[in-house]
Structure formats: C-alpha cells, structure tokens
C-alpha cells in the first residue's frame, strides 16, 4: 500500500508561484507514474500533470501548460509540481497521484489546498 503526502499548499496572489510536493512511503516510488489532479469547488476533479517512471515524459492539461511543471525525485521518492504565474482559476485542492499507468492511478493523497487572490 502507498501512501502519499502532498505539501507546500497556501493563500498566494495571482502571479505568484508556489511549489508542491508529494511524499510517497510503502511502495517503490520508481516503478509508479505519478500525476496531480486538483478540484475546484463544485467543480469534477481534473487531470492536471502526469510524469513517466524515470522522467522522460511529461503531460500537462492544456490549461497548465507552459505555467506549471512536473518533477520527480526518485531518490527521495517525491514528486514535485512548480506552479508559475498563478491565476485565481487555478484554485483548488491539488492531489498527487500513483499508479502503474497513466490511466490507472490506484493511490492518492489527501490534498493541499490552494488558493489564488486577484
């Protein structure tokens, strides 16, 4: 079983950056692609970025692209979303996410929640 730990969550000013993490313990982090998802109140949760086992390959939602970025540490078993040039509809709670494949995420994280002013 895996569990998985998000951070770096906060109140932040549109423009502004954060970073995320995501911490997983009880499985091998490496043999897992690991996605955010995030959701916005009232709103279905959606796919926001996904990484490939040693990090040749990236997928972002096309409402991210180019503002947010998808990294992995398998060394430290974490993986990282840096989030640039926040706009208040990027407000939501964000999720991490394992699996063995990029359409079968079988773990999640509780959420950090993240909020965006204008």
């Known amino acids: 079983q895996v569990q998985l730990v998000e951070s770096g969550g906060g109140l932040v000013q549109a423009g502004d950056s954060l970073r995320l993490s995501c911490e997983a313990s009880?499985?091998?982090?490496?043999?897992?692609?690991m996605g955010w998802f995030r959701q916005a109140p009232g709103k279905e949760r959606e796919y926001v970025a996904g990484?490939?086992?040693?990090?040749?390959?990236?997928y972002y939602a096309n409402s991210v692209k180019g503002r947010f970025t998808i990294s992995r540490d398998n060394a430290k078993n974490t993986v990282y979303l840096q989030t640039n040039s926040l706009k208040p509809e990027d407000t939501a709670v964000y999720y991490c996410a394992a699996g063995p494949s990029g359409s079968d995420y079988k773990y999640w994280g509780q959420g950090t929640q993240v909020t965006v002013s204008s």
């Open positions: 990484i490939f086992r040693s990090a040749d390959s990236a």
């Open positions: 009880g499985g091998t982090f490496s043999s897992y692609v």
